[in-house]
């Protein structure tokens, strides 16, 4: 057996990882019935077959984004060359270089919900035809001036990132349910493989393509081929390199939307979905603002801080280039193209170690180490200008280790969220994060000039790195405090947690407006009720007290049928219950400390980690048998919990 994992405090175990896998073995066999039958075999072979095809479907989408991503890079760099009209507009260069995180920003968000309420497969097929579509528009892009072409292709990659947002919220949630069920001690790896490490490489095909393209069409021009009266160098044909890039892309998008077809939610979500009926109410709501808050700054901001440096340096990394080195457009492609082989070593090394040393401790290394090589950068930057090649090594070095914030941001969101409300915070936290990268990227020429009087300098480059180290510096303090550890810990457990504080909360709201005698047929027709949260605030500013609190009662009925109550004893019970909930992070532990005491915040942890399988003679799917959706017979998980706690396992989470 392995020494038991902790994650706040040395004395308090969280979780042992092979007792834990004994509890997700047992959940896994409970769920399809029992494994001593020739059906259940059949039943968990296909069930796996179903998480490899998601896996390779994951690969393949991630591929895709990460081609989106770039290809529009180079191309920036591109228009600047040889479009006068791009070259002498800020607002162009930031609208194309922002289009696709404003479409990210709203398929993020929107395919959050779609992804939590209609399903994960079903959102990741709209997404694959958004790409598709914004990609047919990206190749026939015109305009009866440049401008006009422009605003086109401005158009044409937002409707890409509508797409490309939803393959966030769609699919890392998926495929992180399903490393659940293939091994909870290695699922960080697992995934930034899937997803970070196959983005990456997306990210180098559209160089290595453009390369091609640019060699046959542009070969020779540079940002000083241009004559005042804006001739392009003769012999350069633009549209072909960036029609091509953009069509190009097509092929992968049909082939990954094929793949869209055979894949499938994640058991985890089914189950979920079972149970609450693909219904969000106020308990939600409530217990997002009153336990994520903390935890939300640190998937958020974090997130924000992220893309903030990563999209303006990105792509405006060409321009740059071109400007320190003074080489053309070919030869800029391909230093970027050695770049990106050389940063695909960043994601893969740490996959190695972010379960190892936690998403918390990656990620505060990593920002460390930004924070540190970005004062050192900024310190030399005039020096290293002078030295091309030594400019670029020391780029390329320092880079590297981004990932070691990439990662444990991507990661976090989609741990530390239970199944329930999963895909629509992630897309929040992603989509609020992209907030950062519009920003940063809207901003970045307007500072560059700013900086530099109205010239872009390498004087004013050198200001935005301190203002970046001071940026990278706030996302370490920031990780430290706010990030939480959710490494080597089961996501079911986190859903039974989750769960159990919607039932406490139920209770306590129906008895404090005073609904405790309520009978079985009651609760059977609260379940239908058709009451939401925006209901009830046109009743509190339109109708009489009388009427508000009348809703408000029917509101708590509805909830409790929600939450799979069976009669009013145990309504009485649960309302009586106290609440506890850690959300890992290290501000609350301290905060707690200082209010609580060691000894008694302690004991706050421990009966936190217990609040998913304490006080609970059923489980919600047991409550859920009685209504009559399933078989009253069936075992169900938590019955799995109860057989290992008689073996003398505890199911810690």
Known sequence: MTEPITDIAPDIVYRNSQEAEGVESAEISVQDGGSNTVGDKDNKGSRMSSIKFNALGTALGFLVNGYMYQVGSLLLTLYEDVYPTVYNSSTLQSALSTAVLYGVLFGLIGFGFIADIVGRKAGLIMCSSLVILGSVLSVAANGTSTDGMMWMIIVSRAIVGLGMGGEY?????????????????????????????????????????????????????????????????????PQVVWRLSYGLGLIPCVIVLLFRM????SSMYQSDAKLRKKFYDGLDLFVILRHFTSRAVGTVVM????????????NFSGV???????????????????????????????SLVV????????????????????????????????????????????????????????????????TRIRATMYGWSSGLGKVGGILGTTLFPYMWKGFGHGVESLDALRDIQWFYAGLEYLGLILAVLFVPEYSKTSLRGEDRRYNELRRRYAAKFAKSLGVSNISDAELREASNSSLSLYKLLKLKIRSSKETYLHAKQEYAKMLLARCYFQNSEEVERYAELPIYYDDRTLITKWIRQWKMGREEAARYIENAEKLGWEDNSQSSEERMNKNGSRKDDEMTIDNAVAVLNSEGKKPSY
């Not at 998926?174 to 293939?182: A, G, K, L, R, Y």
């Not at 055979?262 to 939610?265: A, F, H, L, T």
């Not at 997130?303 to 990105?314: E, F």
């Not at 400007?323 to 090394?349: D, E, M, N, R, Y």
Request: aromatic letters at 12%; glycine letters at 8%; a neutral charge.
């Open 169 to 237: 919220t769609c699919n890392v949630p998926n495929v992180m349910e399903d490393s659940e069920d293939v091994n909870v001690n290695t699922r960080g790896r697992r995934v930034s493989l899937l997803v970070m490490f196959m983005e990456v490489v997306g990210n180098n095909t559209p160089t290595v393509i453009q390369l091609i393209l640019i060699a046959a069409a542009c070969r020779n021009v540079t940002l000083d081929s241009r004559s005042s009266t804006g001739v392009r160098l003769p012999g350069c044909h």
């Open 303 to 314: 997130w924000l801080i992220v893309d903030w440096i990563n999209y303006s340096q990105g």
């Open 320 to 350: 740059i280039l071109e400007k320190v080195t003074g080489v053309s457009l070919f030869k800029t492609a391909w230093i970027g193209l050695v770049q990106g082989v050389i940063f695909q070593s960043g994601p893969f090394i740490a």
């Open 262 to 265: 055979r894949m499938s939610d």
């Open 355 to 418: 379960d190892r040393l936690g998403r918390r401790n990656t990620e505060i290394l990593g920002w460390a180490w930004l924070a540190s090589t970005q004062l050192i950068n900024a310190g030399i930057y005039i020096i290293l200008s002078h030295h091309p090649v030594g400019f670029i090594v020391w780029q390329t070095f320092v880079f590297i280790f981004q990932y070691f914030v990439f990662i444990p941001v991507y990661l976090i969101p989609a741990e530390v969220y239970p």
